[in-house]
């Protein structure tokens, strides 16, 4: 099992990015994909998660900002940011772990990329 993080950058408040995990070892769409992030200074935080059903939740500062996209054919789990803001930045890091039940909490998942940084300026 193996996760690739790609589409990390630098990018102005308000801007985009979009995260690409390339998954291989494993079929993504049957497993819960989570995606985390660590702030400068901080500890990993939970951003959001897709359930192996297609649910998918947003951490609250997140939400109606950032969107979970699945690309089952090439194995791939995006994380669409926009309205990007300062506090957004951190190294962001793709999770996996198979089940159908799926929790916010690190601990819980087995598999992880090696992250990709993105750093919003004002």
């Known amino acids: 099992v193996q996760l690739v993080e790609s589409g990390g950058g630098s990018v102005q408040a308000g801007g985009t990015l979009r995260l690409s995990c390339a998954a291989s070892g494993f079929t993504s769409s049957t497993y819960c994909m989570g995606w985390f992030r660590q702030p400068p200074g901080k500890e990993r935080e939970w951003v959001a998660t897709r359930v192996r059903l297609g649910r998918i939740g947003y951490e609250n500062s997140v939400r109606g900002r950032f969107t979970i996209e699945t690309d089952n054919a090439k194995n791939i789990v995006y994380l669409q940011m926009s309205s990007l803001k300062v506090e957004d930045t951190a190294m962001y890091f793709c999770?996996?772990?198979?089940?159908?039940?799926?929790?916010?909490?690190?601990?819980?998942?087995?598999?992880w990329g090696q992250g990709t940084q993105v750093t919003v300026s004002a």
């Open positions: 999770a996996a772990t198979p089940g159908d039940i799926c929790y916010v909490v690190d601990s819980f998942y087995s598999y």
